[in-house]
């Protein structure tokens, strides 16, 4: 079993910067792929990135290419989405999953652990 609890959300102007992290306790974090997913009100959750377990392959959505990096700390079982450049269509409840694997996953039904979200809010 592992626990996932995201953090870091908040209410910033367009053009602002956020970082969220997801702390991740329960078990050994060794061989978890990470992924974000965000839901914003009336929508279906969407894929946002997703990183390996060492790092080394990391996936992004479109949408937010060249502007979310995905990171992970190891040693201190926590990965970080820095969000630079936000827009108003940033707006979502923010989930991080996690899943035992190799590689990166985009799909949301894959995953097996969730955590509860953290709410991020662009105003205009």
């Known amino acids: 079993q592992v626990q996932l609890v995201e953090s870091g959300g908040g209410l910033v102007q367009a053009g602002g910067s956020l970082r969220l992290s997801c702390a991740a306790s329960?078990?050994?974090?060794?061989?978890?792929?990470i992924g974000w997913f965000r839901q914003a009100p009336g929508k279906e959750r969407e894929f946002v990135a997703t990183?390996?377990?060492?790092?080394?392959?990391?996936y992004y959505a479109d949408s937010v290419k060249g502007r979310f990096t995905i990171s992970r700390d190891n040693a201190k079982i926590t990965v970080y989405l820095q969000m630079s450049s936000l827009k108003p269509e940033d707006t979502a409840i923010y989930y991080c999953?996690?899943?035992?694997?190799?590689?990166?996953?985009?799909?949301?039904?894959?995953?097996?652990?969730w955590g509860r979200g953290t709410q991020v809010t662009v105003s205009s």
């Open positions: 329960g078990r050994t974090f060794s061989g978890y792929v």
């Open positions: 990183v390996n377990w060492s790092g080394g392959y990391k």
């Open positions: 999953a996690a899943k035992y694997g190799s590689s990166g996953y985009s799909a949301d039904y894959v995953y097996d652990y």
